[in-house]
């Protein structure tokens, strides 16, 4: 019986908070990130909003778009929410976030 060889309850436990400790390092960067990866992508999608206004414009002779003229030509689609769950709101050629 003396020959069994396996971890005591010792290292375990030295094992167990060294995850611990790096999981409290890891965690919050990884939202501070995710907030991050939100915003941008946000941004994008506005940014890709006011490039179908221009090529709606374009297409109809300098007519300016509301967000349900270009959800109905098929210039964007009918749901344009950010990654954090804000709406695209498109008035007079401008785009912006609901509040």
Do not use: R
Not at 30 to 55: F, P, R, W, Y
Not at 61 to 69: A, E, F, N, R, V
């Amino acid at each position: 019986m003396n020959n069994e060889k396996g971890f005591t309850l010792i290292e375990m436990l030295i094992v167990l908070f060294i995850i611990s400790i790096l999981l409290l390092i890891t965690i919050p960067n990884v939202t501070k990130h995710n907030q991050s990866i939100q915003k941008k992508g946000c941004e994008g999608l506005q940014n890709m909003v006011k490039a179908q206004i221009t090529a709606f414009e374009l297409d109809h002779d300098g007519k300016t778009p509301s967000l349900g003229d270009l959800q109905s030509e098929g210039y964007v689609k009918k749901n344009v929410t950010c990654p954090n769950g804000k709406q695209i709101i498109v008035t007079g050629g401008e785009v912006k976030v609901e509040n």
